[in-house]
C-alpha cells in the first residue's frame, strides 16, 4: 500500500472520530435539557400543591367561621322563640333557624370535599423528597456531562493537530477529492473486497481491480466515489478466522410503542459469548438501558421484545462509542422515520 494510501485512510479515520467527537458534544447538552426540563416539570407540581394547600387551608378557616357565625345566630333566635308572642312570630323563627341549619351542613359538606382533594397534594409534596434525590442525581450527571465534554474537546483537539499534520503531506488535487467525498458520505475511503466497493457494494470492472492490487496510483470506486484500497491480508485473516470458530455480528432494532409515551427503540447484539439488548427513549434518544445475558444469542434471550416490537433496518452504529449516552441524530432520525413517529413522517413501517 502506498504511504499516500496509508495517510488518507488514516486521514478518513480521523475525520470520521471528529465527527463522532463533534456530534457527542452537540448531543450532550440536549441531555440535559431534556432532564432538567422533567426536573422543572416535577418542581412546577409541587409549587402548585403547595399554593393550593395554602388556598384549601384558607378556604376552610373562612368555612369554619361562617360555621360559628351561623351557630350564634341560631342560639340567638333560639333565646327570641323564648319570648315570642304569637304562633306567627314563633313559626318564623323556626324557620329562621331551620335555615342557618342548612347553611352550617353546606359549609361542612364543603370543608369535607376540601380535605379529600388535599390528599393529592398531599401526595405530590411527599414527592417533592423524591425530587430533591433526583435533583442531586442529576447534578452528578451534569458533571458526567461536562467531563465527558471537556475530554472530548481535549481530544478534538489532538485529532486537528493530526488532520492538518497528514493533510500537508497529501497532494492538493487528491485532498480535494478526498473532501468531495467526504461532505456526501461517511468515510471517503473504502475497502475493496472480493472486487466490489464494501461501501456501495458495486462491482469493479476488472481493469479497475488489477490497477487497484497495482498499487501504482489510486484508484475510486466509480458507483460512490470513494477511494479504495485493497488488503491482502484479508484472505489469510478471513480463513484464520473460519479455523478458530468465529462468530457473525448478528443485530437485529425493533420500536415498541408505548402508551404513555414516545415508546422505545431496541438494539440487539450478539458478542462473543454473550448477547445484549439496548433501550432508547424513541424520542430523544436518550440511552435508558442495556441488559447483557451470557452465553446466549438475542434471539434466545430477548425473544418476547424482539416479536412485539416493530422491525427496523439501519446501517449498524458502533453502538458502544457512538450511542453510549444517546443514539446519533443521523440514526434517530432514520429509526423515527421508520417507525413512523417523527413529525411529519409518513407511516412507513416494515413489520
Ligand atoms: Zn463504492
Known sequence: MSPELKNLIELDRIA??????TDEIAQ???????????????????????KALKDQESQKRKLESDIQDWQQKISKFRDQSLSVKTNEQYK???HEIEFA???????????LIGMEGADSYH???KDEAELKLETAEIEKEKEHARKVTAEDEAKLAELRKQQAELRSQIDDATLAHFERVSAKRKGAIAEAIDQKCAACNVMMRPQRFNELLAGQSLVNCESCGR???????????????????????????????DESGPGRFLAFVNAKHS???RIFDAATGQALDKVVKKKMTFKEAFRDELSAGVHLHIEQPNLDEECAVALPPEVLEELQLQAGIAPGASTRVSA
Open 92 to 94: 318564623a323563627l323556626m
Open 16 to 21: 470520521q472520530e471528529i465527527a463522532r467527537l
Open 123 to 125: 401526595k405530590a409534596l
Open 227 to 257: 477511494i479504495l484500497f485493497h488488503d491482502p491480508n484479508r484472505a489469510a485473516k478471513e480463513s484464520d478466522r473460519n479455523r478458530t470458530g468465529s462468530y457473525t455480528i448478528e443485530k437485529a432494532w425493533r420500536y415498541v410503542a
Open 101 to 111: 341549619q342548612k347553611q352550617i351542613s353546606d359549609c361542612e359538606e364543603q370543608i
Open 275 to 277: 448477547c445484549s439488548m
Open 28 to 50: 450532550l447538552p440536549k441531555v440535559v435539557a431534556a432532564i432538567e426540563a422533567k426536573l422543572a416539570r416535577a418542581r412546577a407540581q409541587v409549587e402548585s400543591a403547595t
